[in-house]
């Protein structure tokens, strides 16, 4: 495929799932991942609702908040780095959203195993750029 297109449309053969506790801010990232041309978009509440998605969906990048209600984003993290959302998943990429810059808890997401993360409130043009660093690497 050419990849100038593949630069201009990260998402183009992706299935995302967005987990967040909020549903407005779900449904503001869902729609964001769909402008950017995301292949499939899943909405999780939880870790549990996450896990269970991953059970019965083929899922390319994990989008998960820090903090939610029903389980923490690393918890979440580790359960899918161990094979508890199966195999296939374990290398799947995860991005954390988070609204705290501070550099102890940049460390706690990339110890936790996750790829990258989004500072929040977040930014369609800040969202492109971190699917575009994780799927390049």
């Known amino acids: 495929s050419d990849s100038r297109q593949d630069r201009d449309m990260p998402l183009t053969q992706k299935t995302v799932l967005f987990v967040e506790d909020d549903i407005a801010s779900l449904e503001t990232l869902a ?47 580790e359960a899918i780095r161990s094979g508890e959302a199966g195999e296939d998943h374990r290398n799947c990429k995860i991005l954390v959203l988070t609204g705290d810059k501070r550099a102890a808890v940049q460390r706690m997401i990339d110890a936790a195993g996750a790829d990258g993360f989004v500072v929040k409130p977040v930014r369609i043009g800040e969202l492109s750029d971190a699917f575009e660093k994780i799927l390049s690497h």
Do not use: C, W, Y
């Open 31 to 77: 729609q964001m991942a769909e402008a950017l041309n995301a292949a499939h978009v899943i909405r999780a509440r939880s870790g549990t609702e996450a896990l269970n998605a991953l059970k019965f969906e083929s899922i390319d990048i994990v989008v998960t908040d820090l903090h939610m209600r029903g389980g923490s984003g690393p918890d979440l993290i």
